[in-house]
């Protein structure tokens, strides 16, 4: 449960599940009482519907919403996402804006807001590695009277490397590169001071290109690194739309993987400590019921962060030959889309 300061004597709390409670609830208005929860949403996506989005979506419903929802999606194109929105849509026509990622959470900013950060619709953001860098909140995790909020889905690479560190050696860290996401640039440059801290050699392997990452995979699979060397991959949308052929190689050359993102750890990444995107989803709709319901400022409900958990993929441990049986870090074991706890 996370707790959300948003007003001097007033504390809530968010819950997957719970909703809204708190040591001191507000009250519903009279106003907000008897506001409609019939609620227009523009969704603005990246790679098309995710987990994120069907736990938005189920959790507003489960509220008692009837949701209106208009889906553009980009098809990881900002050219095919900017031309859709500045000649189809109008902010205003929109109760809230939806976002997935920082690039199309800036985009959608500098649309609906441009020069005036308080601009209705409010945005709610998902999928955002680190809002703070983005410039969509100060580190206090709030924004400044900027009409938006939203949750982050990053875990701290110290936290990687840590839960890493249980099951591989990581005496080396080949980290792949896609320089033009900038979430990709922030993992890295977290990670290179966290290995640095940790005496950890480590090589950025840049890709512009899915040409170019067919080169570096067979590269890895014809070099095969010494053991003890780890292969990471930051989240990106170029390396989930090529995950696939990322851990197949990689997992062939006997190369372990550690990622970012939970869908790579189903698709044959070996590790990762991640966050559900389903209950990233559920906190932003909480947001939107905080704001709708209550009538609490957007600007005034902190950045969202779900729990996070480490979660194995069983075949390639195996494959790898990796034993995890006795870890001191909980961990969850994926094969594919079933998870099980492991004991």
Request: charge should be negative; glycine fraction near 6%.
């Amino acid at each position: 449960m996370v707790a959300l300061s948003i007003a001097e004597g007033a504390l809530l709390f968010v819950g997957e599940v719970s909703g809204v409670v708190g040591r001191e609830s507000p009250k519903i208005s009279a106003e907000n009482s008897k506001k409609s929860k019939n609620i227009k949403i523009l969704m603005l996506l990246w790679r098309g519907e995710t987990d994120a989005e069907r736990g938005f979506l189920e959790r507003l419903r489960e509220l008692g919403y009837e949701v209106a929802e208009t889906v553009v999606d980009g098809k990881c194109s900002l050219k095919v996402l900017k031309q859709e929105l500045y000649t189809e849509f109008k902010p205003r026509d929109y109760d809230y804006i939806y976002t997935f990622s920082t690039l199309i959470s800036l985009v959608a900013v500098e649309w609906a807001h441009g020069s005036t950060p308080s601009a209705d619709p409010p945005i709610i953001f998902n999928a955002v590695s680190d809002p703070f860098r983005a410039g969509l909140a100060n580190p206090r995790g709030v924004n400044d009277g900027h009409n938006l909020s939203g949750v982050a889905t990053s875990v701290p690479v110290e936290k990687q490397l840590e839960n890493a560190q249980t099951f591989l050696k990581m005496e080396h860290i080949f980290v792949f590169v896609y320089s033009r996401e900038q979430n990709c640039l922030d993992s890295f440059e977290a990670l290179e001071a966290a290995a640095r801290a940790k005496k950890i050699p480590l090589s950025r392997i840049d890709v512009t290109s899915a040409e170019e990452l067919t080169v570096q995979l067979e590269r890895l699979a014809k070099e095969r690194p010494l053991e003890g060397s780890a292969l990471y991959v930051p989240s990106s949308s170029f390396f989930t739309e090529h995950k696939q052929t990322i851990f197949e190689r990689a997992r062939s050359a006997g190369v372990p993987t550690v990622v970012e993102q939970r869908d790579m750890v189903e698709a044959g990444a070996l590790m990762g400590t991640t966050v559900s995107y389903e209950s990233a989803g559920r906190l932003a709709a909480e947001i939107v019921n905080i704001n709708h319901q209550f009538g609490v400022s957007v600007a005034a409900i902190p950045v969202q962060y779900p729990e996070n958990s480490c979660q194995i993929n069983g075949d390639t441990a195996k494959a790898l030959g990796i034993n995890v049986d006795g870890a001191e870090v909980e961990v969850e074991w994926v094969d594919g889309s079933q998870t099980a706890s492991l004991e």
